[in-house]
Structures are given as C-alpha cells and as structure tokens.
C-alpha cells in the first residue's frame, strides 16, 4: 500500500468504457509469460493507462486510453508482450471526475460526498483526495454560501481519499442519497468480483453495474494511484469522491476516484476501497 499526502488528480478516472466497448490494441500475442509480470507493470508510468489482472480471462490486462500517443503505445506493446499480457483500448480519457452522491463545492470545483464518517463525536466527510486538494473550505451548495467544513486530511496520489471535518449545522446522517430518497447505511464492506453494486453522484444519479476487478492501478496524468476497485459502472466530471454501494444490505465499499467513458456510450470505473480510508484515519461508519 503506498500513500501520498498530496493529493493530485492525474489519471483522469473516469475509464467509462461500455460493457464489451474495450477493444484489444493489438492481437492477443502468444508470447510466453514473464515470470512476474507485475513487476514489468509496475515500472509503466504513461497517463493513460490502467492495469490489473481480468477476472474474466484469468490475464493481466494493460488499458490504454485515447490520448496515448502512437509512439508511447508502441513501447506500452512492447511491454505487454515481455510480460506477456493482453493490451486493451478503452475509448475517452482516463481522468480523476472533479466536479453521500449529493454535491460539495469549494475553490471551484464540485465533486460529491462519499460517507458520513466519525471519530468519537468528531464528524467527517470522506470523498476523493483529487477533490480535497482543490480547497481547504468546502460548501454544501454551489452558491459557497452554506458552510460544509474544513479540509483536515488529503491522500493524493498513490491513494485518492481526502477528509473534511464538519464545523457547519448542516445535517449529515449515515446514508446515500439516492436521487430521490435516501439509503441506511449501516457500515463498511468489502468489495468482490461479480459483485452487484450501485454508485451515486451529483452529476449523474444513481447508476448500476458489477465489479469487474480488484487491487487495480491507474495511471492519471497527476500520479499513480493504487488498489483500486474497477467497474463497469459509468460516472461523469463532479461525480468524483460519491459512494460505491450495495443497495440491499446499506453497505458502503469505495468512493469514486475516477474512470473513462460516460453515461451515453458507458464507460469503466475505478474507487477507493472505504475500508482503507477508514483504517488510515481511525474511522467509523456509521
């Protein structure tokens, strides 16, 4: 596990790729395996791209998005063939989604509440660190006239979560909003393959899917982020930091860090497992 105390938005994390929209950059290569090819991706630093094993073929799989440039995807081949795993295209741009599932706001930017957590009687936020990084004061609304609290605590890159104390009277129960209505959440879990998930944010709704893959790495142009939950879930800009969730059981297992794609054609999904951020900070939820 690494961590960062800044927190930068540099893979572009929407990977909003439809279900069966990725398509393979080159032939599936015959080559044999690398020893590690974990070790090989490790050392891949181009933005653009993301890496982790697929479930669904038993293989490491290295996704490239569209602003990898030809000659960068000829040496990201080149890798993929040493290691010996599949190479992919996933149409748009991976991208960090700056822009709970209701709005925040603050320097600009909105993104939305991931959990309403706590230490003690102490209360907090818990969304995206590319989102704390933005403002030390966030608002509950656009106008930046009814105060949400203070930035306290930002993981970026490396992890991508951020905290913000509670110092305004806004209520804040342990639930998601669900566009209309609201969901009882009851704690923290965690995420597995096959999976049936939802994810909430301000832009976009409530949108549904599974989980396609686990301990995921993604290349954003501000920095490497690691472990992450993959999805086939789509989410657009200011979704960013909004809860990965299990609707019948009220449990929460990441917050959106980013992806590519978008709601009209789909795309893929990437989150922060909550359980991390919980354990880094001393937290509970509810």
Same mark, same amino acid.
């Given at each position: 596990?690494r961590r960062?105390?800044?927190v930068?938005?540099?893979l572009t994390?929407?990977l909003?790729?439809?279900p069966?929209?990725?398509?393979?950059?080159?032939?599936?290569?015959?080559?044999a395996?690398?020893?590690?090819?974990a070790?090989l991706l490790?050392?891949?630093?181009?933005?653009?791209?993301?890496?982790?094993?697929d479930?669904?073929t038993?293989?490491?799989? !290295?996704?490239?998005?569209?602003?990898?440039?030809?000659?960068e !995807?000829?040496?990201?081949r080149?890798?993929?063939d040493r290691?010996g795993?599949?190479l992919?295209?996933?149409?748009?741009?991976?991208?960090?989604? #700056?822009?709970?599932?209701?709005g925040?706001?603050?320097? %600009?930017?909105?993104?939305?509440?991931?959990?309403?957590?706590?230490s003690?009687?102490?209360?907090?936020v #818990?969304t995206?660190?590319?989102c704390?990084?933005a403002?030390?004061t966030?608002?509950?609304?656009?106008?930046q006239t009814?105060?949400l %609290?203070?930035?306290?605590?930002?993981?970026y890159p490396?992890?991508? &979560?951020g905290? #913000?104390?509670?110092?305004g009277?806004?209520?804040?129960p342990?639930?998601?909003?669900? &566009?209309?209505? !609201?969901l009882?959440i009851?704690?923290?879990?965690?995420a597995?393959?096959g999976?049936a998930v939802c994810r909430?944010?301000?832009?976009?709704?409530?949108?549904?899917?599974?989980?396609?893959?686990?301990?995921?790495?993604?290349?954003?142009?501000?920095?490497? #982020?690691?472990?992450?939950?993959?999805?086939?879930?789509?989410?657009?800009p200011?979704?960013s930091?909004?809860p !990965?969730?299990?609707?019948?059981?009220g449990t929460?297992?990441?917050?959106?860090?980013?992806?590519s794609?978008?709601?009209?054609?789909?795309?893929t999904t990437?989150y922060?497992p909550?359980?991390e951020?919980?354990?880094?900070?001393?937290?509970t939820?509810p």
């Open positions: 596990m960062s105390p800044l930068a938005l540099v994390i929407l909003f790729v439809a069966g929209a990725a398509q393979a950059a080159a032939p599936d290569r015959a080559a395996p690398a020893a590690d090819p070790a490790t050392g891949v630093r181009t933005a653009g791209t993301a890496w982790g094993l479930p669904a038993g293989r490491m799989t !290295l996704t490239v998005d569209d602003t990898v440039a030809s000659g !995807l000829a040496a990201l080149a890798v993929a290691a795993v599949l992919r295209h996933a149409p748009g741009t991976l991208r960090p989604l #700056i822009a709970g599932g209701q925040i706001y603050g320097g %600009g930017t909105r993104c939305s509440l991931g959990a309403n957590a706590r003690g009687s102490t209360y907090y #818990i995206a660190g590319h704390t990084t403002a030390a966030w608002y509950a609304d656009s106008a009814t105060v %609290g203070t930035r306290t605590a930002t993981s490396g992890d991508d &979560y905290l #913000i104390r509670y110092t009277r806004i209520a804040h342990s639930a998601v909003y669900t &566009y209309p209505g !609201l009882t009851n704690g923290p879990g965690n597995y393959v999976q909430s944010g301000v832009t976009t709704g409530v949108r549904c899917g599974t989980v396609t893959g686990l301990n995921q790495t993604v290349n954003y142009a501000t920095g490497v #982020i690691y472990g992450l939950i993959r999805t086939n879930i789509c989410a657009e200011g979704d930091g909004g !990965l969730y299990v609707a019948s059981t929460i297992i990441g917050i959106l860090s980013g992806g794609g978008n709601c009209t054609s789909g795309g990437y922060q909550i359980a951020v919980l354990s880094a900070y001393g937290l939820l």
